[in-house]
């Protein structure tokens, strides 16, 4: 939770819940995953999208995978999720924010060939282009590759 909200608290926030879940006119969408028929998981993970109000062709992402399910694919399939849905409204950069500890966000986005920059307080812009042309040959780049061919023809 830390490396997504950049705080520590117990219980969701009712207003980032609203907002997270709220209809907004090709500005925002999220993402879940759930296990159908299985009440013992809320949830698999979630990912999200805002298009910037600067620059309509870029969005800021943000993801969450359950602490038990990292590191088995949910995080590619939720990413290759927003990448179709946002290309499909005219968005063409995601760019994400990332704390200097979080390893496997800055791990997984150098794979993908996202563009680093410094902040000035600490922590690290990443911007991915949303061109498959453009993703390199890693493991990673290539399960998505795979998940978005698989959400095309679904
Ligand atoms: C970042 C996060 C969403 C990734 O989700 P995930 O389901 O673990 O991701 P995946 O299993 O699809 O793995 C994607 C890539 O991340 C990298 N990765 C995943 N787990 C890793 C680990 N433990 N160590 C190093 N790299 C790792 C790999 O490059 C991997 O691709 P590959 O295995 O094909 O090479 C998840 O770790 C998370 O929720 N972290 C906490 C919240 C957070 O940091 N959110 C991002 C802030 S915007």
Request: aromatic share 12%; net charge negative; with cysteine.
């Amino acid at each position: 939770m830390y490396f997504r909200f950049w705080t520590s608290f117990r219980g969701a926030n009712p207003t980032f819940i609203d907002r997270l879940c709220s209809e907004d006119q090709g500005q925002h969408a999220s993402w879940i995953i759930v296990i159908e028929d299985n009440d013992d998981v809320p949830g698999v993970g979630g990912g999200s999208f805002w298009r910037s109000a600067e620059n309509a062709d870029t969005a800021e992402v943000s993801f969450t995978v359950a602490d038990e399910f990292q590191g088995q694919g949910a995080g590619t399939i939720l990413l290759a999720a927003i990448w179709e849905h946002a290309y499909a409204i005219g968005i063409r950069k995601f760019v994400g924010y990332v704390l200097d500890e979080n390893h496997v966000m800055l791990t997984w986005w150098s794979s993908l060939g996202a563009a680093h920059v410094r902040q000035p307080h600490g922590g690290w812009e990443l911007t991915l282009t949303l061109d498959e042309s453009l993703l390199p040959e890693t493991s990673a780049a290539n399960s998505l590759r795979h998940w978005l061919a698989f959400i095309r023809a679904a």
